[in-house]
């Protein structure tokens, strides 16, 4: 099937490895080149702060698939290869090296980056950011030689990020420090509730966490030596770790003439509005059906899912893709996860002991769940997710209750 | 050429329809399920990362695992989607009375 043509994907991490993938499992026989400009394979981001980081598995635990399975499939892959334009009139991309390459259908996984800080300083030694493996491998080391050296690592941003590295440096036994300029963690996120039970798991394993404080800049002469912050304090730091949030890579598609708002500007197909080119993933401001809007993901599920159902609608075996996100995050012993992306919602409802180590808090619009987030409760937040595409309305009272089974308020 | 050892593992007034429980033989996590009245055995570790199927969500005859969505099939241990690829081993599993065994290789 479709034997002579080439398929080009640019961008291989997570959506860009399940285009590959899933164009092979449904049977196109044509040319695949898959260009990274990292030295990778593709790989999941999301245990870059969390199993990696902690030096609990290996940088390669994080690849989708061992190395070899790229000749298995007859993928070509180009990475460390930069493309630096698409012409779609013409099919063709130039890369960095001025090289160029031919393409029936095009993938683009261009995902995000972490967005700069703009601060003196911040382009010190020792002053990193987190989104690929050998930012993962920095700040490794640099928790490993603030253990050993005494000094502190500090942290900008109290968002999933900042939050997954203050624990990983914690847990190793490094003393951290964290800034977030709102008056909570989380605050896009995250109920006052919710991050306060956070915030509080944080300050018993002792990260010392600044809420409404910023970052003014940082000081060292080549290396990072110190923070200084709003309000005047100096923290003496060799490392430092800014999450302050993504953007998405829309440059290459911005400049070829496709449509881009907040991402490049897909269909519930994938298809951008050049109909032989697709995109996938962090990069995407695609419609979502449930939600009755049109969204952009940061996410790993979407990463995966979005690419799998657009590169069938490469080779028009299209599926309209739409599901209610959802994210998960580690920390210490907590896993929290958090479903749908509510809106305007009017009231909350929690389920299980304020003080126990698990619960749900359900967003409520017009009587229907519209997100949820959980901590240390994956299984309830499944069956939440479940209400949520149904959009049964739900008894309050019940949801409220943990001993009367979601599963049951589901079938009911 | 191994044989297999029945080991009484739960009660099946212990667990409803659609409903699944981990239980330890020699060790071992497995995963115990009741589809509709029938049981199934199956490993309980996701073959993706490390979690525990029992504590998924049961939809047909799928398992959907708790930490990433992806799923298997309960009644082959066969991977379903994304993101697992790699198979679940089944185990054999006998009713007595209210008693739930399962057939583990003993080699």
């Known amino acids: ?412 | 050429m191994s044989d297999i050892e029945f080991h009484n593992v739960a009660k099946t007034t212990s667990l409803d329809e659609d409903e699944a429980v981990q239980v330890l033989v020699n060790g071992q996590e497995i995963a115990i399920y009741n589809l509709d009245g029938t049981y199934y055995a199956t490993d309980d570790i996701c073959t993706h990362a490390y979690a525990s199927l029992a504590d998924g969500y049961i939809e047909g005859t799928n398992i959907e695992c708790p930490l990433h969505g992806g799923c298997f099939d309960i009644k082959t241990g066969k991977a379903t989607t994304a993101p697992c690829t790699v198979d679940l081993k089944t185990y054999e599993v006998k009713i007595e009375g209210e008693d739930i065994l399962v057939g583990i290789p003993s080699d």
Not at chain 1, 92 to 99: P, Q, R, W
């Open chain 1, 1 to 412: 099937m479709w034997s002579g043509k080439t398929f080009a994907i640019i961008g291989a991490g997570q959506s860009g490895g399940w285009t590959a993938k899933t164009l092979r499992d449904e049977g196109f026989e044509g040319r695949i080149i898959l260009f990274g400009d990292e030295p990778y394979p593709p790989y999941e981001r999301p245990p870059l702060s969390k199993e990696v980081l902690l030096g609990d598995q290996p940088v390669e635990s994080t690849y989708l698939w061992p190395e070899d399975s790229y000749d298995e499939w007859n993928v070509e892959m180009r990475l460390d290869t930069r493309v630096a334009s698409i012409s779609p009139a013409d099919h063709g991309l130039t890369l960095a090296n001025g090289e160029t390459v031919a393409y029936d259908k095009l993938m683009i996984a261009t995902g995000g980056r972490a967005r700069p800080l703009p601060v003196a300083g911040a382009d010190l030694d020792g002053v990193h950011y987190l989104r690929a493996i050998s930012d993962t491998v920095a700040i490794r080391a640099g928790i490993a030689a603030a253990i050993s050296g005494g000094s502190k690592i500090f942290v900008v941003g109290g968002g999933w990020i900042g939050l997954e590295v203050a624990a990983a440096a914690r847990k190793q036994g490094a003393d951290v420090t964290l800034v977030e300029a709102l008056d909570q963690l989380c605050g896009r996120a995250l109920t006052p509730e919710f991050a306060a039970r956070l915030l509080k798991i944080h300050l018993d394993h002792g990260v010392d966490i600044r809420l409404n404080t910023s970052i003014d800049h940082f000081e060292g002469d080549g290396a990072l030596a110190r923070a200084v912050l709003s309000d005047g304090e100096t923290i003496d730091c060799a490392t430092a770790v800014i999450g302050i949030g993504l953007i998405a890579n829309t440059e290459l598609a911005a400049d070829a003439g496709l449509e881009t708002d907040n991402g490049i500007v897909v269909d519930e197909f994938g298809r951008s509005s050049d109909p032989d080119i697709f995109a996938a993933g962090d990069v995407t401001n695609h419609p979502n059906e449930l939600l009755g809007r049109r969204i952009r993901l940061e996410s790993w599920e979407n990463a995966q899912n979005q690419a799998i159902a657009a590169a069938k609608a490469m080779l028009d075996k299209g599926e309209a893709y739409s599901e209610v996100p959802w994210f998960w995050s580690d920390q210490y012993d907590v896993n929290i996860q958090l479903v749908g992306l509510p809106e305007d919602c009017d009231q909350t409802i929690l389920r299980g002991d304020p003080d126990a180590p698990e619960f749900i808090e359900f967003y409520l619009k017009d009587g229907r769940i519209d997100g949820a987030a959980a901590m240390n409760n994956p299984r309830d937040l499944r069956f939440t997710k479940r209400l949520i595409q149904t959009q049964k309305v739900v008894d309050p009272a019940q949801l409220a209750d943990p001993s009367v089974k979601l599963q049951t308020i589901l079938k009911g």
